[in-house]
């Protein structure tokens, strides 16, 4: 026997409150006093009746006797009593969109059950003005090169693992105890992007060790590690991760998975962004980033007032941080200094034949509320 249908003035309201707790199925759910699995198939008919379009999709919908999903964009022609063609509307349905936040919704009600983090003591002494500021780039967790394509420096999912800690360890325990650490994943964490094992962009064939899954897995618990170890150290700990050319669709997962375990620790904060770029402010210190893959440093560096206008008019010195290259480089464009951060990995394959430097390695600074840049330490790996 058929279950009862489920009312229009239901599906709005599950849709709303879907939204209200930005797509979290188990919130919703609990706000309805329906299940999760309720939530989900309310929502389904509600995309296919087209309740989540604006009006004018579902007129095309009606006159072109497709549903929510299928109507995900195109061209309508209208015309006249006579047949002659009068106009012409474009749109583009917000599929893509809602396509998004069923997935970090699916993603979130995953996590859900992730047991929190235990209690790390904190520091007994900090230095208040103090900023350590711990970044990393190009990880590549899942790639795969060789001693012969890189002269003798063979990479792997057990080496990447192996070199991070050791560079973390050195970079965490190398600053003196300050009373906020912040710790960026600058992109390309994973090598892939999901199991075709190829870049979104160019298509570009990639070697991979282990499943998208399994990289994933590898990535947090490193992620953790060096969250933990900065805990030891500093008072405060804040997390920042960007995507990268090769891996546009990391961070998401890893973000909501962070937030999950930490969600009793009033000492982390996860900033969990959507944004390519990743910005803060720490005294006269103007701190931003990229992964590096669009745009020239120079470039990104003229635009950064304009971008940021309020954060960079109370400062007095601009840092600029991106990867990308795998080398370390520090160069200056008007005011602004670009940090080009080293990698973790070693050369691929490509970059070994090029041949390219093989710059592997950490970054460390602090910054002082009143003085800016104090310290910084670089790490080979």
């Not at 979290?24 to 009746?49: C, F, H, M, W």
């Not at 474009?90 to 235990?118: T, V």
Request: aromatic share 8%.
């Amino acid at each position: 026997m058929g279950g009862v249908p489920v009312s229009t003035a239901e599906l709005l309201e599950t849709l709303a409150a879907f939204e209200r707790h930005d797509g979290n199925y188990t919130k919703a759910g609990r706000e309805l006093g329906i299940s999760d699995n309720t939530v989900r198939r309310r929502l389904e008919t509600a995309r296919k009746q087209g309740l989540h379009l604006s009006d004018g999709a579902r007129e095309a919908m009606a006159a072109t006797r497709l549903n929510g999903y299928e109507i995900a964009g195109g061209y309508r022609h209208i015309y006249d009593d006579e047949g002659r063609k009068v106009e012409t509307v474009r749109w583009n349905a917000p599929k893509s969109e809602r396509q998004l936040d069923e997935y970090l919704g699916r993603i979130r009600a995953a996590f859900e059950d992730i047991p929190a983090a235990e209690p790390v003591p904190m520091p007994e002494a900090v230095e208040e003005d103090l900023l350590a500021f711990l970044p990393h780039a190009d990880l590549h967790m899942g790639a795969v090169a060789t001693e012969d394509q890189t002269g003798g420096r063979p990479y792997n999912p057990e080496v990447a693992a192996e070199r991070f800690k050791a560079g973390v360890t050195e970079c965490v325990m190398g600053m003196p105890p300050c009373a906020k650490a912040v710790i960026v994943d600058a992109g390309d964490a994973t090598h892939a992007n999901d199991d075709t094992d190829r870049t979104p962009r160019s298509g570009h064939k990639l070697k991979v060790e282990g499943t998208h899954f399994q990289n994933i897995g590898r990535l947090i618990e490193l992620e953790v590690f060096k969250i933990d170890l900065a805990l030891q150290r500093h008072r405060e700990v804040e997390f920042y991760s960007i995507p990268g050319n090769h891996d546009p669709g990391t961070p998401a997962p890893v973000l909501y998975a962070l937030q999950q375990r930490y969600r009793n620790e009033p000492r982390v904060t996860i900033h969990v962004s959507e944004n390519e770029f990743w910005q803060m402010n720490w005294g006269i210190a103007f701190l931003c980033g990229h992964h590096g893959h669009n745009r020239k440093p120079k470039d990104v560096c003229a635009e950064l007032p304009g971008k940021y206008p309020e954060q960079w008019g109370r400062a007095r010195q601009w840092h600029y941080f991106s990867g990308h290259f795998h080398n370390y480089q520090s160069v200056p464009y008007g005011p602004v200094r670009h940090h080009q951060l080293p990698s973790v990995v070693s050369l691929d394959t490509h970059a070994a034949w090029g041949p390219y430097q093989d710059g592997a390695g950490m970054l460390a600074m602090t910054f002082h509320k009143r003085h800016g840049l104090k310290n910084m330490l670089l790490v080979g790996i």
